[in-house]
């Protein structure tokens, strides 16, 4: 069973910076070929995508937030970040972390196959102007 657990979510004048971490725990094989997602969801909003890390730790973000969002990852920490610079009340919202892949366990071991969807329990960040 994995978890995520998320921080650095706080009250921010517009303009300023934070930083959000989310680390999983649990057996994860391989998290070096799953991908991470940044979702967020404003109030009385749907929940929309933000920001995608993949396995090769290329990345894509949503316009509107290209230029001052940057993603990583750290694998030996199972950790990925969210470093959030000039924000803006539009920035305001619960952000979650989403830890998902397939990866798989080959000969000479027992073959296997490992789903994962995690989800973090959300953070909320609120921008004032």
């Known amino acids: 069973q994995v978890q995520l657990v998320e921080s650095g979510g706080g009250l921010v004048q517009a303009g300023g910076s934070l930083r959000l971490s989310c680390a999983a725990s649990?057996?994860?094989?391989?998290?070096?070929?799953?991908?991470w997602h940044w979702y967020r969801q404003p109030p009385g909003k749907q929940r929309a995508l933000v920001a995608t890390i993949f396995a090769g730790d290329g990345t894509d973000y949503v316009d509107s937030v290209k230029g001052r969002f940057s993603a990583s990852r750290d694998d030996s920490k199972n950790t990925v970040y969210l470093q959030m610079d000039n924000l803006e009340p539009e920035d305001t919202a619960v952000y979650y972390c989403?830890?998902?892949?397939?990866?798989?366990?080959?000969?000479?071991?027992?073959?296997?196959?490992?789903?994962?969807?995690?989800w973090g329990q959300g953070t909320q960040v609120t921008v004032v102007s």
């Open positions: 649990g057996n994860i094989f391989k998290i070096n070929e799953l991908e």
């Open positions: 989403n830890l998902r892949g397939t990866t798989w366990r080959d000969p000479p071991a027992r073959p296997a196959k490992f789903e994962y969807d995690s």
